[in-house]
C-alpha cells in the first residue's frame, strides 16, 4: 500500500521535471506567513491587494473546475481556491499535487460565501514535492514509540504537541528573563570534563583525538560555575545539557536541560524566597496560570509553600529515626518495603531508597524539604546549629523533586574529606559516587565565598504538562530499531497508525491553536 503511495508520487514527481518546473526550489514567492495575512485580512482583501502565501497542502477538495485546499504553516490555515478561469493549467496541477505537498499560492484574499477567509490564486507555484502521505487529520499516530522515534509525524499529526513545544520555549525563556531582572549573568562552560562532578550520578566517557586524552560528559554543571564564583562572578547562572548514564523511566533521561544558578554572599534560605517567585514566574508565563493539572490532582503554586520536615516526615512514615537509626536497621526496612537493596548500600543510601518510596509520593502540593540528614548529602555543608543536618532545600511537589539547593560547601579541606570519603565509596563499587577532583580543590584554596547554589531540570515543565519527560523532549535517545527487531520485539516503525477518537483531534482547532502558537513566539 504504501509502496504504491510512493511509485504514484514519484511518477508525479517525474511529470513536474517534464514540464521542467523544479519540484525543489531554493526560492517561492512569499510576502508573509499566514498569520500575518489573516490579521490584516480585512484591509488587504478591501484594497485587492495581491499577496503570495506558501505552506503544506493539508487538504485537496477536488469540485471539477474549482479546488479548495487547505494552505498550512507554522502560523496557521488558510483556504486556497484554485478556479479554472484564474488558472488554465488547473488539470495539471490536478494532476501533480497531493496532500502534503508544499505549494506557494499568489493571489487575494475574500470571504467564500459560506463565510470563509480564503486566498484566490491567481498563480501558482511549486515548492517541494512530498514522498509519503501524512497521518490523517483524525487518525493521528497514538503509538508512544512510534511517536518518539519519528517526532516529525507526530508534530505533524498533533498540533497540541506542537504546541508544548512552544509552551517550553516559553518556559526556559521565562528562567532566562527573571535570572537576568534579578541581576544573574549568563554564562557557558564545556561539556567536556577531565572530572565528571557536582552530583551523584554515572557519566558518559569519550575520548579526545587531538589531545589523546580521555573525557566525560558533564553529569551537573555545579563545579565549573563555582570556580566562576571563585573567580569573581557573584550571580552566575547556566542553562545547559547534561548528561547521565542511568535507567530511562518517566522522570529519567541520559542527556537533558540543566539549570544550575549561584548566588555570592547568601545561604539557602535567601535562596528559598527567591526561587519561590521565580517558580511563580516562570509558571504563570509558561502555563498562564498558577493552577495546573497532574495525574487528577489540581497543583496551587501560589501562595505560601510549607517547609516540611525530612527526619520529622521519614520517622513519621517509617517509624525510624533515620539519623539515629543502624545501617541493619534501615537495610531490614528496605527489604521490608520490598525495595530489594543491594548489600553494599551504605546508611545514606539506604535513608534515601526508603525517602523516594514511602515520604516523597505523598508530597503532591509544593513545599520545600528541608532538614537533610548530612549522611544523604555527602558534598552539602553541615548545619552550625546541627552537624547532622545539611543546609539544604528541596523544592518537592506532584511527589517527585523538582530542584534541590544548597548553601555550598567552601572550606576546601572538608570538601577534600568529603571527596576522599566518595572515593572510598568509588573503590567498593559505586559508579555514582563523584571522583576527587584536584582542580577544583585548587580553586577552593583561592576562596570560595558563602554562597548558594540551585539547579533544577526540564523535569519542572514535564510535570506543568503532566507528560512524561521523555515526552517533552523533540529526540530522545531510543534503542536503535535494529537492535529492536534482532530481540524480536514489536518494531514500532511497523505498525500501522492506530486511530485515535474524532472527539481527541477535534478538541482543538488546528487553525486557532497554530495562530496561538505564532503569537506566544512573537512574546519570545
Not at 66 to 89: H, N, S, Y
Not at 189 to 205: D, I, Q, R, Y
Not at 338 to 344: K, M, T, V
Not at 347 to 353: E, N, P, V
Request: with cysteine; charged share 30%; glycine share 6%.
Amino acid at each position: 500500500m504504501l509502496d504504491d503511495i510512493i511509485r504514484e508520487r514519484r511518477r508525479k514527481l517525474e511529470l513536474l521535471k517534464e514540464r521542467g518546473i523544479d519540484p525543489y526550489p531554493a526560492r517561492i514567492m512569499r510576502t508573509g506567513d499566514v498569520i500575518e495575512a489573516l490579521d490584516e485580512f480585512e484591509r488587504l482583501a478591501s484594497e485587492h491587494k495581491e499577496v503570495s502565501l506558501a505552506g503544506r497542502v493539508r487538504s485537496l477538495r477536488d469540485q471539477g473546475k474549482i479546488i479548495f485546499t487547505d494552505l498550512e504553516d507554522e502560523t496557521g490555515k488558510i483556504q486556497a481556491v484554485l478556479r479554472e478561469d484564474m488558472l488554465p493549467d488547473l488539470d495539471f496541477w490536478r494532476s501533480v499535487i497531493d496532500t502534503g505537498d508544499f505549494i506557494s499560492v499568489t493571489g487575494t484574499l475574500f470571504v467564500t460565501k459560506r463565510g470563509e477567509k480564503s486566498i484566490e490564486a491567481h498563480s501558482l507555484q511549486f515548492a517541494g514535492k512530498t514522498m509519503k502521505p501524512l497521518p490523517d487529520k483524525w487518525d493521528g499516530v497514538q503509538d508512544v514509540e512510534l511517536r518518539l522515534r519519528e517526532r516529525y509525524v507526530d508534530l505533524l499529526a498533533h498540533p497540541d504537541v506542537r504546541e508544548m513545544f512552544v509552551r517550553k520555549s516559553l518556559f526556559w525563556a521565562s528562567v532566562r528573563e527573571f535570572l537576568e531582572n534579578e541581576g544573574f549573568l549568563e554564562v557557558e562552560t564545556s561539556v567536556l570534563e577531565p572530572e565528571a562532578g557536582g552530583a551523584e550520578a554515572e557519566p558518559f566517557k569519550t575520548h579526545h583525538n587531538a589531545l589523546d586524552t580521555d573525557f566525560y560528559l558533564r553529569i551537573a554543571l555545579e563545579l565549573q560555575l563555582k570556580k566562576l564564583v571563585v573567580g569573581g562572578f557573584d550571580k552566575v547562572f547556566e542553562i545547559g545539557r547534561v548528561f547521565r548514564n542511568e535507567g530511562i523511566d518517566r522522570e529519567h533521561l541520559q542527556d537533558f536541560s540543566f539549570m544550575e544558578c549561584y548566588w555570592a554572599y547568601h545561604d539557602y534560605r535567601d535562596l528559598m524566597k527567591m526561587l519561590q517567585r521565580m517558580f511563580r514566574f516562570v509558571i504563570e508565563h509558561t502555563m498562564g496560570t498558577l493552577s495546573t493539572h497532574w495525574h487528577g490532582h489540581e497543583i496551587d503554586w501560589s501562595g505560601e509553600w510549607p517547609e516540611v520536615d525530612y527526619v520529622s516526615e521519614f520517622a513519621k512514615t517509617n517509624g525510624l529515626n533515620p539519623v539515629h537509626a543502624t545501617r541493619d536497621e534501615l537495610f531490614m526496612k528496605a527489604k521490608s518495603l520490598g525495595l530489594a537493596p543491594d548489600a553494599s548500600l551504605e546508611k545514606g543510601r539506604l535513608i534515601d531508597l526508603i525517602y523516594k518510596k514511602t515520604v516523597r509520593p505523598t508530597l503532591v502540593q509544593p513545599c520545600f524539604l528541608v532538614g537533610t540528614p548530612i549522611i544523604v548529602s555527602p558534598l552539602a555543608k553541615a548545619s552550625a546549629e546541627n552537624p547532622a543536618i545539611a543546609e539544604r532545600f528541596q523544592i518537592v511537589a506532584c511527589g517527585t523533586e523538582l530542584g534541590n539547593g544548597f548553601s555550598e560547601l567552601n572550606d576546601p579541606d572538608e570538601q577534600r574529606r568529603r571527596f576522599e570519603a566518595q572515593m572510598a565509596l568509588r573503590e567498593k563499587g559505586d559508579n555514582e559516587a563523584m571522583p576527587l577532583d584536584e582542580d577544583f580543590l585548587n580553586a577552593l584554596s583561592y576562596g570560595l565565598p558563602p554562597t548558594a547554589g540551585f539547579g533544577m531540570s526540564e523535569r519542572v515543565f514535564a510535570i506543568l504538562v503532566d507528560r512524561p519527560v521523555r515526552e517533552t523532549v523533540f529526540f530522545p535517545l531510543m534503542r536503535r530499531a535494529k537492535e529492536e527487531a534482532k530481540e524480536g520485539r514489536d518494531l514500532p516503525g511497523k505498525k500501522e497508525a492506530v486511530k485515535g477518537t474524532k472527539k481527541e483531534s477535534a478538541a482543538k482547532d488546528a487553525s486557532a491553536g497554530k495562530a496561538s502558537v505564532a503569537r506566544k513566539k512573537k512574546e519570545l
